[in-house]
């Protein structure tokens, strides 16, 4: 018998990502009590789905607490679904790989395009602790502020805890290129070998959702 997986409903055999919205935020998004998005009636599919799903229920949720403080509401929780730098890296690089998959089906052409060794060069940078803090900003920027409107960071750029984060973003946009490199060759067994990625700590309604395939 499957276990409780965090945030994945079950309404008549048909599956679905739910957030409850917190009270103070529900004046911000029409009186709504909780958000809701369709996974569909298979349920190892819908475990899948559900981490994407939520991070995009997270970002509406990030939005209303923008609202609310632009109001002078006092009482929200900026950064409520705060996640680790290793959990970050790591849904930063299931990301990647789930968007590479995507322009692969999409048009034929993309394995043919190659890696941008420049890129890879900056990258190797960056994790190494080579790159000052403005070339990390224009280097993975806009990946961390895609992240802090998610809620999952409060990091600023010019403190430690943020160039802590660009480095590991820099990690995962590396791994990540490695693995579209490979795919590019017809291998797709590829896993990540630097450990930030490797060893990372799963977020919970991952490992929720992890221990209740193994019951299935």
Known sequence: ????????????????????????????????TELRTALGPDYRTAVKRLSGAVALLQHEIALAERRAVGAGERKVTVGRYSLAVDQIALRNYQWLLAFDDELRNRDPRYASVGIDDLLVAKLRDGMAGRLADGELAELVGERIERYRRLGNTTSILGT??????????????????????ERDEGDFTGKPA??????????????SAVSALETV
């Open 194 to 207: 630097h450990p930030l990625i490797a060893q990372a700590t799963p977020e919970p309604d991952q490992m």
């Open 160 to 181: 430690d805890e943020w160039r802590t984060l660009a480095c590991g973003i820099c990690v995962s946009e590396y791994e990540a290129l490695a693995r579209a490199a």
């Open 1 to 32: 018998m499957a276990g409780k997986v965090q945030y994945l409903l079950n309404r008549d055999g048909r599956f679905f990502a739910r957030l409850v919205i917190p009270k103070e935020l529900r004046p911000f998004m029409n009186g709504r």
